[in-house]
């Protein structure tokens, strides 16, 4: 996917249904400091799995949840105004830990180490945002 952030994204669904989804070769194979990497869909919904380090630029997407789930390292996720208590805040996650954003809330993700998450989200959301 070719865009104006320097992020290594791809659309394509990697697997089929009744592959094996083999990640730690994908963190092993991947040099880019944030690639996104689309693994497989249900439904109406589409898996990815993140390997990043670095910060991610501050978007929206105005018809979609977003829910991520960190693997490895830590992430943060920056909401701004737009959620319900009306206040900026940061939720940090650490492995085994996630949350879901809601649709046409502003944020974004850092990630002070490099960091294997997965995300769930509408098959046709852009990863950059709205």
Known sequence: MS????????LDVKYKHFELIDISTMVKETKDKWFNQTLTQ??????????????????????????FF???????????ES???GEDRTIELNPGQGVTVTKNVM???RAP??????????????PTGD
């Open 107 to 109: 944020h974004r993700t």
């Open 3 to 10: 865009n104006k952030y320097n992020y290594t994204t791809k």
């Open 70 to 80: 960190v693997l490895e390292g830590k992430l943060f996720v920056d909401l701004r």
């Open 42 to 67: 249900v439904n109406d919904s589409v898996v990815r799995v993140g390997i990043v380090e670095g910060e991610y630029h501050w978007h929206k997407h105005e018809n979609d949840d977003e829910f």
């Open 113 to 126: 180490q490099k960091t294997v998450m997965l995300m769930v989200g509408n098959k046709g959301i852009n």
């Open 83 to 85: 959620v319900p208590s």
